[in-house]
Each structure stands twice: as structure tokens, then as C-alpha cells.
């Protein structure tokens, strides 16, 4: 099973940038989709965007489309996104997680957090108005 960890939170104005990245070790990176997840105080968490094990497919969730961006970097097993045009709504705890890919599976597959076996401690994200 993959271990990760994400890095880059923090305070930001809305309009401001951030880049979080999620490190892997373990086992062998290039096999698991990965995907971010998001949780605000007194929220649900909330799937936020994944992408798959070749990095040739990402999906998002609505509310992030055109402002964040999932990538991955298999040599270095990371995983990064890239979030642009922050909004206060946009804060919140967000977490990295690895799901097993064994085959090809349709978004809504990487939407729910219980196909993930591994998750990161959580990284906090604050967008102030």
C-alpha cells in the first residue's frame, strides 16, 4: 500500500494561487489513480479532483472546473494541484489519497473516497475575503 503525505497549504487573499503537492512512497506509484479531497468545517468531505494512474484523464467537480488543475509527476511520485482564482468557499482541510487501479473505471468511480486505500494527514487551506 502507497503512503502519502501532502505539503503546501496555507493563507491566501481570494483571488490568490496555491500548489499542493502530495508525496508517495511504498509501492509502485505509477499504479494508483490519485485524487484530492476536501473538507470544511461542519461539511462533509468532498471530492475535489483525481487523476488517473498514466495521467491521462482528470475529473473535477463542478465547483473547481477552470480554476484548479490535478497533475502528476511519476518519476517523482507526486501528485500537485494547482488552485487558481481561490475563493473563501474554497477553504477547508484538503486531502490526498491513492486508489488501486486495476482497470478502467467511469468518473463517478473516482468520486467516492471509499475507493481510495490511502489517505494523508490533511493539509489546511484558508481563502480570506
Known amino acids: 500500500q502507497v503512503q502519502v503525505v501532502e505539503s503546501g497549504g496555507g493563507l491566501v487573499q481570494a483571488g490568490g494561487s496555491l500548489r499542493l503537492s502530495c508525496a508517495a512512497s511504498?509501492?509502485?506509484?505509477?499504479?494508483?489513480?490519485m485524487g484530492w479531497f476536501r473538507q470544511a468545517p461542519g461539511k462533509e468531505r468532498e471530492f475535489v479532483a483525481t487523476i488517473t494512474w498514466s495521467g491521462s484523464t482528470t475529473y473535477y467537480t463542478d465547483s473547481v472546473k477552470g480554476r484548479f488543475t490535478i497533475s502528476r509527476d511519476n518519476a517523482k511520485d507526486t501528485v500537485y494541484l494547482q488552485m487558481d482564482s481561490l475563493k473563501p468557499e474554497d477553504t477547508a482541510v484538503y486531502y490526498c489519497?491513492?486508489?488501486?487501479?486495476?482497470?478502467?473505471?467511469?468518473?463517478?468511480?473516482?468520486?467516492?473516497?471509499?475507493?481510495?486505500?490511502?489517505w494523508g494527514q490533511g493539509t489546511q487551506v484558508t481563502v480570506s475575503s
Open positions: 489519497a491513492a486508489a488501486r487501479q486495476g482497470r478502467v473505471y467511469g468518473r463517478g468511480w473516482y468520486t467516492l473516497g471509499r475507493n481510495y486505500d490511502s
Open positions: 511504498g509501492r509502485t506509484f505509477s499504479m494508483y489513480a
